[in-house]
Nanobody, 114 residues
Framework: VQLQASGGGLVRAGGSLSLSCTAT????????MAWYWQPPEKQQRALVA????????AYSSSVRGRFTLSRDNATNTIYLQMNNLKPEDTGVYLC????????WGQGTLVTVSS
């Protein structure tokens, strides 16, 4: 499984960005997919949002109400709409494909200025 992420960039606090991630290879639309956040200069990753095959999404408390995760099973793509961004949202966002093993995308940088 290969994951290709796009989106991200620099935005002011209160602004919006959209991320997308497409899974290719031996993928199944029955697998969940997720976005993780890795803060600057840190190794640990935190779950931002996860979406099941039937489109049900769950969010971390820090982004609930501001971020929306959706998916297109026809293209094995997930979309993360990020609204009302805050400086503490700054970091690398990594796409994750949930399977017997973990697959990770290359990450895309989101920078929110105050």
């Amino acid at each position: 499984v290969q994951l290709q992420a796009s989106g991200g960039g620099l935005v002011r606090a209160g602004g919006s960005l959209s991320l997308s991630c497409t899974a290719t290879g031996s993928v199944s639309s029955r697998s969940a997919m997720a976005w993780y956040w890795q803060p600057p200069e840190k190794q640990q990753r935190a779950l931002v949002a996860v979406i099941s095959s039937d489109g049900r999404a769950a969010y971390s408390s820090s982004v609930r109400g501001r971020f929306t995760l959706s998916r297109d099973n026809a293209t094995n793509t997930i979309y993360l709409q990020m609204n009302n961004l805050k400086p503490e949202d700054t970091g690398v966002y990594l796409c994750n494909y949930v399977s017997a093993r973990a697959y990770w995308g290359q990450g895309t940088l989101v920078t929110v200025s105050s």
